[in-house]
């Protein structure tokens, strides 16, 4: 993750159901020396108008019902600009740079935890990280002494893609049953035609 996405993800505050909308509108210091720069709230938001003290809630001319300017584009900033910019035609990007709750659960399991996602909820629920490998096999029901091979995006996108184990388990097990039934039903010539219709014949 860059400077600018860790520091982000420090400032999502701690509390279940937390996303970007919760980042406070800061500078704030990077480790590599650059400082982040506050979000500037430019034009009226004709959809939802004035915040509750009267700010104006627009990062472009868009949220007046004109054409984009690109020179309403904002770099470097903790709340990312392109989130406000476009969040009203995205249900406001609900979920992105969200945390997990212990006592939720995921949405999905994706092929790469990234904050800025489809399924952004990819937060720990206590740490400033996204989740980890283990985690996510947790979350398909992997036992922990499964192994993964590669690199850790590697890793991901085997933990995403899978069928969860406890499902496979599941759906073979309603397969056998029904196979079994089959068999109850007409225990020869289950599986030939052939044999099946000599039996016929002979009969």
């Not at 300017?69 to 904002?74: L, S, Y």
Request: net charge positive; hydrophobic share 30%; glycine share 8%.
């Amino acid at each position: 993750m860059s400077a600018l996405v860790a520091a982000r993800m420090r400032h999502v505050p701690l509390a279940p159901g937390s996303d970007w909308r919760d980042l406070p509108n800061i500078e704030v210091r990077l480790p590599d020396g650059t400082t982040t720069k506050k979000l500037r709230y430019t034009h009226l938001d004709k959809k939802n108008g004035r915040s509750s003290t009267g700010s104006l809630r627009g990062v472009c001319t868009c949220a007046e019902g004109k054409p984009c300017d690109p020179a309403d584009r904002q770099f470097n900033t903790l709340i990312p600009w392109c989130l406000p910019h476009t969040g009203n035609r995205h249900n406001h990007w609900a979920g992105l740079y969200g945390r997990l709750e212990w006592d939720g659960f995921f949405s999905t399991t994706v092929t790469n935890p990234e904050p800025m996602g489809k399924q952004g909820r990819v937060l720990h629920p206590e740490q400033h990280r996204v989740v980890s490998v283990r985690e996510c096999s947790r979350s398909q029901g992997f036992p922990d002494t499964y192994r993964f091979f590669g690199n850790v995006l590697d890793k991901h996108r085997q933990v995403g893609n899978a069928v969860p184990p406890p499902l496979s388990k599941a759906i073979g097990l309603e397969l056998k049953k029904c196979v079994l039934e089959k068999m109850k039903e007409n225990p020869v010539g289950l599986t030939d035609p052939v044999k099946q219709e000599k039996l016929e014949l002979s009969d």
